[in-house]
């Protein structure tokens, strides 16, 4: 398939297309436009601007399945921050991924789109997602003064969620149910998009051969930089581990990033049983294949705590500060809260001499892990 001249033509209306480079089908197998069986005709344009936080950009990866089924063969662009574009590399209903910046303007200003979605009331994301040139728009957006404009009722609902404590706590609605609301997608429980590749599988097999025997219980109880509050105890940690080790008779694989090292350290000095330690400098991609490899997590409020439910994990999720009714668990975990009044209070810090993940106990968590196992 060439033109007069003989030059090779190309599909260009192909999703698969990525212009300055060759693309999946022909860099991996050497496949031309002429007779690609991956030729796929692009439908409906959508951008989706997501760039605050990593957990919260993973767990809107929910809408992806119901948008793939509601608009067949759309060509889906996703504009992140360039640390959460490793989130969403391998997930294979997104296009296209373009990291915030110089390069997101571009693409927002030189480009149609059929339609664009923010489910965010950040400014800078709803000022981003105004600029698009797009037919229809859904989610939280700017007018010419700045202020912000929700698309739909259950934008507002979800704006005001943020602005008010009290709105906060009292909601019952999951995440992926408020956001699936703003699409019109149903129905409103969609499954976290998190893929990895038998490389990345491989790679961390061979990092937890011969660690230890099955079950592999991982623990990812930080709370980042961010979110000091949403750390469980080391003290709490430490008793936890031990029983999971003694009663179980189960192995435990301690999770971390690089806020937890020296919280981490203090766990490993203390504990008296055997643990797995994976370090605080993985890769993301790393981090997510390690947690592939347990079969049970025990996590606080966090982007491990989404991955886990994005890998299909069994799960005990932690939670003090923040809402755990937001959190959809797609049946396969537990939710531990705090039993404390203040509980979901979205605090970074507390005044209080002991606070609401001070509240929860091993043996509490312990027996939601038996359920689980």
Not at 96 to 120: H, K, M, Q, W
Request: charged share 30%; proline share 5%; hydrophobic share 40%.
């Amino acid at each position: 398939m060439s033109n007069s001249d003989g030059i090779p033509l190309i599909k260009e209306d192909c999703r698969r297309i990525v212009w300055d480079r060759p693309c999946r089908p022909h860099k991996e197998r050497g496949q031309t436009c002429e007779d690609c069986p991956d030729y796929a005709p692009a439908g409906k344009r959508i951008v989706i601007v997501k760039l605050d936080a990593m957990g919260d950009v993973l767990r809107t990866t929910c809408v992806l399945e119901g948008l793939r089924e509601k608009y067949k063969d759309a060509h889906i662009t996703w504009i992140t921050r360039e640390e959460s574009t490793p989130i969403l590399l391998e997930n294979p209903y997104i296009d296209r991924i373009v990291p915030y910046g110089t390069e997101a303007l571009t693409v927002l200003l030189s480009e149609d789109f059929d339609l664009v979605f923010n489910p965010d009331a950040a400014p800078a994301s709803a000022a981003l997602a105004s600029l698009a040139r797009a037919k229809e728009k859904k989610g939280i957006f700017t007018d010419e003064n700045g202020r912000l404009r929700p698309a739909s009722n259950a934008a507002r609902k979800w704006m005001l969620m943020g602005m008010r404590d009290d709105l906060k706590r009292a909601n019952e609605s999951t995440y992926q149910e408020i956001i699936l609301d703003m699409l019109g997608l149903r129905p409103r429980s969609r499954e976290i998009i998190l893929s990895l590749t038998e490389e990345e599988k491989a790679g961390a097999k061979a990092v937890m051969r011969g660690k230890g025997g099955r079950p592999l219980v991982g623990v990812n109880t930080g709370g980042g930089e961010k979110w000091e509050l949403k750390q469980w105890t080391i003290a709490n940690c430490v008793k936890f581990i031990d029983m999971v080790s003694r009663e179980l008779k189960a192995t435990v694989v301690l999770f971390g990033g690089d806020a937890e090292r020296k919280r981490n350290r203090e766990i490993l000095r203390r504990s008296k049983v055997p643990v797995v330690d994976t370090g605080c400098d993985n890769t993301l991609r790393e981090f997510f294949a390690l947690l592939d490899r347990c079969d049970a997590i025990v996590t606080s409020d966090s982007l491990g705590l989404h991955a886990a439910l994005g890998l299909k994990k069994k799960v005990v999720a932690l939670f003090g500060p923040t809402s755990a009714a937001e959190i959809d668990m797609y049946e396969r975990g537990v939710k531990v809260v705090a039993d404390v009044e203040c509980r979901a209070c979205y605090l970074p810090r507390c005044d209080k001499p002991h606070t609401c993940m001070d509240a929860i106990k091993p043996e509490t968590v312990l027996e939601a892990l038996k359920s689980l196992l």
